[in-house]
């Protein structure tokens, strides 16, 4: 049996006390374990990083107000300037990046074609954003 005496006498006495080695043996393996795996899990130390993306930002491009007047002369943000001037303008404009606006107001009494030829001159310089700016009616 396995709770009896250890006398050789043959007795029916009953041990009452209970073997307490394995319990520390397990006991003893447990501490271990988690000696072992509690440095382990808390290794890391919290910050608070910072978030951060990977997207440019993106500047707005600015606009350049061009008018044509009445009399068929031109103007680049308010200044006044000749026919020569507005192809290179225009290149130098459709080369930065990101391209700026053009935005185009003509006068109701000019000519429809001095606005063409200046949609033209910036079509060959290579400028892709055109508007146009129009004047509510006031009636």
Not at 70 to 81: C, Q
Not at 95 to 117: C, N, S, T, W
């Amino acid at each position: 049996m396995a709770f009896g005496s250890m006398n050789s006498d043959g007795g029916d006495d009953v041990m009452s006390e209970i073997n307490m080695i394995p319990l520390i043996d397990v006991m003893l393996v447990l501490l271990i374990v988690f000696i072992i795996t509690i440095p382990v899990m808390k290794h890391a130390v919290n910050i608070d990083l910072p978030r951060a993306t990977n997207e440019q930002e993106q500047t707005p491009p600015q606009t350049i107000q061009f008018s044509v007047a009445a009399d068929g002369s031109y103007w680049w943000n308010n200044e006044k300037i000749e026919d020569a001037q507005l192809a290179t303008l225009l290149q130098a404009e459709a080369a930065k990046d990101p391209q700026p606006e053009l935005h185009i107001r003509g006068d109701k009494a000019v000519r429809y074609e001095r606005v063409a030829q200046a949609m033209a001159a910036a079509q060959l310089a290579g400028v892709r954003k055109i508007g146009f700016i129009t004047e509510p009616d006031t009636n």
